[in-house]
């Protein structure tokens, strides 16, 4: 299985900035995909960025292109997500997101994805 951890969730001002980790432990099963995904109050879940192993190879979201940037640390077992530029739309739970999925904007769905952490919250006023 695999587990996922997020965090560096918070509050910030428009224009601001965040940084959110997730942290994961592959135990049997190895995801070639992380992603992350962000979901508001009454809307659906939605896909913002996600990178492949071991190639690196990234897609994002029309919603946050030229503004937020995926990251993986291998090392660390743990894949960022810098935020930059951020907009009160921005606003919303924040969820990591793994799973053997094939490069394509299919990865941005998220019920491609099994694997998910409990989140991390997001404001921007």
């Known amino acids: 299985d695999v587990q996922l951890v997020e965090s560096g969730g918070g509050s910030v001002q428009a224009g601001g900035s965040l940084r959110l980790s997730c942290a994961y432990s592959?135990?049997?099963?190895?995801?070639?995909?992380m992603a992350w995904f962000r979901q508001a109050p009454g809307k659906e879940r939605e896909g913002v960025a996600v990178?492949?192993?071991?190639?690196?190879?990234?897609i994002y979201g029309d919603s946050v292109k030229d503004r937020f940037i995926i990251s993986q640390d291998k090392a660390n077992n743990t894949v960022y997500l810098q935020m930059n530029s951020l907009k009160p739309e921005d606003s919303g739970m924040y969820y990591c997101?793994?799973?053997?999925?094939?490069?394509?904007?299919?990865?941005?769905?998220?019920?491609?994805?099994?694997?998910w952490g409990q989140g991390t919250q997001v404001t921007v006023s």
């Open positions: 990178i492949y192993d071991p190639n690196g190879a990234t």
């Open positions: 592959r135990y049997t099963s190895r995801p070639n995909c």
């Open positions: 997101a793994a799973d053997q999925i094939p490069f394509s904007d299919y990865a941005l769905q998220y019920w491609a994805y099994n694997h």
